[in-house]
Nanobody, 123 residues
C-alpha cells in the first residue's frame, strides 16, 4: 500500500510564497511520475487540474497558469516531491493534492492520492 503525506499549505497574501512537500511510503516502482493537482473551491464537480508533474527521470510539465511562478522538484531517495510556489495569486487558492503514478505488477497504471492541503491566497 502506498501512502502520500502532504504538508506546507496555509494562508498567504498575494505575491507571497509557499512550499508544499509530499512524502511517499510503501512499494513504489522506480519509474514513476509524481505531481501536484488542485481543486478550486466552489467547484466540487470540476476535475482536478494538473499543476505540475515530474518523472523519476526528471522530465517536468507545468500548467500554463503557473509557469514562471511555480517550481516542482523531487528527491528520489526520500521519495518526496516539492512544489515551490512564488508570486501567488488569489486564483491559486485551492486544495492541492499530491499524486504518484506508475505501472503496477500486472502492467496496468496505478495511482495514489494524498489527502490534500489547503492553500489560500488573500488579495
Amino acid at each position: 500500500q502506498v501512502q502520500l503525506v502532504e504538508s506546507g499549505g496555509g494562508l498567504v497574501q498575494a505575491g507571497g510564497s509557499l512550499r508544499l512537500s509530499c512524502a511517499a511510503s510503501g512499494t513504489i516502482a522506480s519509474i514513476n511520475v509524481m505531481g501536484w493537482y488542485r481543486q478550486a473551491p466552489g467547484n466540487p464537480g470540476k476535475q482536478r487540474e494538473l499543476v505540475a508533474a515530474i518523472t523519476s527521470g526528471g522530465s517536468i510539465n507545468y500548467a500554463d497558469s503557473v509557469k514562471g511562478r511555480f517550481t516542482i522538484s523531487r528527491d528520489n531517495v526520500k521519495k518526496t516531491v516539492y512544489l515551490q510556489m512564488n508570486s501567488l495569486k488569489p486564483e491559486d487558492t485551492a486544495v492541492y493534492y499530491c499524486n504518484i503514478a506508475f505501472m503496477g505488477p500486472w502492467g496496468t497504471k496505478v495511482d495514489y492520492w494524498g489527502q490534500g492541503t489547503q492553500v489560500t491566497v488573500s488579495s
